[in-house]
């Protein structure tokens, strides 16, 4: 089992991408998603004194937003979910601006991700996200 990689390092490993090319996706992808905390407030699901308590208390117990969102109890369960997928729909991946720059093509991608998920374990997926799209890899692949 290889260590836990983000999907553009590994990219960087297996010699797709130079470092350089990761850093200029990376900040591409860091000014055009939107944070959770930009969710939660544009939602109206915490106003901006409340967010100010919880990212203390986020700092305090060195947990990310939403987890202290979730363990301070200011959101039902629904209301978690729909902020987890926001954040998720609203985020542009480091694969599709590797297309959209024209650096490869979907099928070259979809080979990558592949590579990218045989190596890495279930447990060690980040987000439900990533368990959704190795899915929907697997079921392209075999239909």
């Not at 990218?116 to 447990?123: D, K, L, P, V």
């Not at 997926?125 to 079921?139: C, G, T």
Request: aromatic share 8%; charged share 35%; no cysteine.
């Amino acid at each position: 089992m290889e260590e836990q990689l983000f999907f553009g390092e590994f990219l960087v490993k297996a010699g797709k991408i130079s470092d350089d090319t990761l850093r200029r996706l990376l900040l591409v992808q860091s000014e055009i998603n939107q944070d959770y905390a930009g969710i939660a407030l544009e939602t109206g699901s915490v106003n901006p004194f409340l967010l100010k308590k919880i990212i203390k208390y986020q700092r305090l117990r060195g947990v990310s937003l939403r987890d202290a969102i979730m363990e301070l109890g200011l959101v039902d369960e629904e209301t978690l979910r729909r902020l987890d997928d926001l954040h998720v729909k609203n985020r542009v991946k480091i694969g599709d601006l590797l297309i959209k720059r024209g650096i490869m093509d979907k099928n070259e991608l979809d080979k990558l991700l592949m590579e990218y998920y045989s190596r890495i374990s279930y447990t060690k997926y980040r987000r439900r996200a990533d368990l959704a799209m190795f899915k929907k890899i697997v079921s392209e692949q075999e239909s």
